[in-house]
């Protein structure tokens, strides 16, 4: 974050010590603060750990931190990043229900990496560990798959699929 001249997820998140809801506060007002401050056109947070857990064993963070996130934010345009999956176009749209009920916003686009989870070794090592592969193969899936689909798929990699979210969003 420092790098790109970013600001970084603020620490006090992570803190044990911190009641939750002062939590949901505190980032409320850390996201005001930066409106005040910066005047910003648009503001992207980046939410750390996974939406949901993928089982008992490959746990992703229970989708913590999203919950409290959305909890003191509301989202204008929510982009779902994900990894490589031959899943039907109906998943999406199933998730993104379960996203409504549970943040308050659903799936306008996803985002589909070029890195495929690992299950073999995430359940051995009791984390999510992804093996990335060519980003031609997410196009592929996306041409195959999603070109029809209600929530529209992109390949982030791909100049071209970069340029049609920013035109649909």
């Known amino acids: 974050c420092k790098i790109l001249d970013y600001l970084s997820f603020p620490n006090f998140m992570f803190e044990s010590n911190t009641p939750i809801e002062e939590k949901i506060f505190m980032f409320n007002f850390f996201i005001k603060q930066i409106e005040i401050e910066y005047k910003p056109d648009l503001i992207i947070v980046q939410l750390p750990g996974g939406m949901l857990k993928y089982s008992d064993i490959i746990t992703n963070g229970f989708g913590i931190y999203p919950y409290l996130i959305s909890q003191a934010l509301s989202s204008d345009y929510f982009v779902l990043v994900t990894p490589l999956d031959e899943t039907d176009e ?16 659903k799936i306008d686009a996803v985002n589909m990496l070029n890195a495929a ?5 995430s359940i ?3 984390k999510v560990i992804l093996n990335y592969l060519p980003a031609q193969n997410v196009d592929k899936i996306i041409s195959k798959k999603f070109v029809d689909s209600n929530i529209p798929v992109f390949n982030p990699l791909n100049n071209t699929d970069c340029e049609k979210m920013f035109r649909e969003s």
């Open 90 to 105: 109906e998943f999406f749209e199933k998730i993104s229900e379960c996203f409504w009920h549970r943040f308050g916003f």
């Open 117 to 121: 989870l690992d299950i073999d070794d």
């Open 124 to 126: 051995e090592r009791h």
